[in-house]
């Protein structure tokens, strides 16, 4: 097989480290890699040749126009987080740009980092992302919509990442990571109640396996080009018990958080709760059909259970 030229966005993120990491030590493909600040980037990128930092910023892409054309592969991890301008600009207008900027006749494999929030139990858009999401949630409800009516829309393989874990003294650590990290605590008080919900969760590294195998085994034509990435999904209450194991904490009694409960709790608490939040507390069930991880293409799966999601976010386990 002969190498790949690969642009890649975000290297500089949680999952772009993963990743970029991944391409360079399991692959042999060209990498490009867009970096807005090089120093963020603590990958080795002088381990091997065909490795290009470019520094640079996705609201300039164009300026990456005569090298788009040339490449075979482009991964689009980069998102931005900020006020709605920024948010909209390069989730929506920038990401769009690029793509058309790309030739479909050589550029046979986009690989687009969506998130599983647009996504309803059966994989379709959900329609309360697009009304009242959060900025981010909006911004890829609205690009993903969007794609499909390009010219390399055939070619792009869209991921729709669940809970993303990930980070170490080398990487960025997720929001989920990191906050699992420092608020831990709160299963002391937490195991006592019984949260109606289920959800799904994946490590960055898994992402990067799966990313690195569908740059190198291509989809078919009758393969999903929409791919939901987690483990099997867990329901919250599970969740709290496999935590209290790997913790050594027992639970004596639960109390059903009611809705009615949450909304005394946010009164006497004076939580402000936005639409999205309401929604999603009233939602509860982030399930989707045929979840993604490397075991499905026949690798090992790094993170696959709640020990492992504690452990690698950095919570140590309690001896009984």
């Known amino acids: 097989m002969s190498p790949k030229r690969i642009f890649v966005t975000g290297a500089s993120g949680c999952v772009g480290h993963y990743l970029v990491e991944t391409l360079i030590k399991e692959t042999e493909h060209d990498l490009f890699l867009l970096v807005r600040n090089p ?9 091997r040749p065909g490795i290009t930092v470019l520094p640079g910023n996705m609201h300039d892409i164009e300026q990456f126009g005569d090298l788009l054309k040339t490449v075979d592969c482009a991964i689009l991890a980069a998102t931005a987080w900020g006020g709605p301008q920024e948010v909209y600009d390069i989730n929506v207008v920038k990401t769009l740009r690029l793509l058309n900027l790309l030739n ?18 059966n994989n379709q ?11 981010y949630v909006r911004s890829k409800y609205v690009c993903h919509r969007q ?28 929001h989920i990571s990191s906050g699992i990290a420092k608020e831990f605590k709160w299963l002391n008080l937490i195991r006592f109640f019984s949260i109606d919900g289920a959800f ?10 799966i990313v690195r195998h569908l740059v190198d085994c291509p989809l078919t034509v009758d393969d999903s080009h929409e791919l939901v990435l987690g483990n099997p999904s867990i329901t919250a209450d599970q969740a709290i018990e496999d ?19 949450l909304d005394f709790i946010f009164k006497v608490l004076r939580i402000k709760v936005e639409a999205w939040d309401r929604f999603a507390i009233q939602y509860r069930y982030f399930t989707h059909q045929n979840p ?29």
């Open 147 to 174: 794609i499909a009516k390009l010219a390399i829309a055939p070619n792009v393989v869209t991921l729709f990442p669940t809970l993303l874990l990930g980070g170490d003294a080398t990487k960025p650590w997720s």
């Open 39 to 47: 120093d963020k980037l603590k990958v080795d990128c002088d381990a």
């Open 104 to 121: 479909p006749d050589l550029c046979q494999r986009v690989i687009y980092f969506s998130t599983a929030s647009i996504l309803d139990r």
């Open 292 to 320: 993604v991880t490397p075991a499905t293409f026949g690798q090992l799966t790094y993170c696959s259970s709640i020990a492992d999601v504690l452990k690698l976010s950095g919570v140590p386990p309690r001896k009984h």
């Open 125 to 135: 858009p959900l329609k309360e992302a697009g009304e009242f999401g959060t900025d």
């Open 200 to 209: 799904h969760y994946i490590h960055s590294r898994d992402v990067a396996e």
């Open 243 to 261: 935590a209290c194991t790997y913790l050594n904490k027992r639970i004596y009694f639960r109390i059903p958080l009611t809705q009615r409960l």
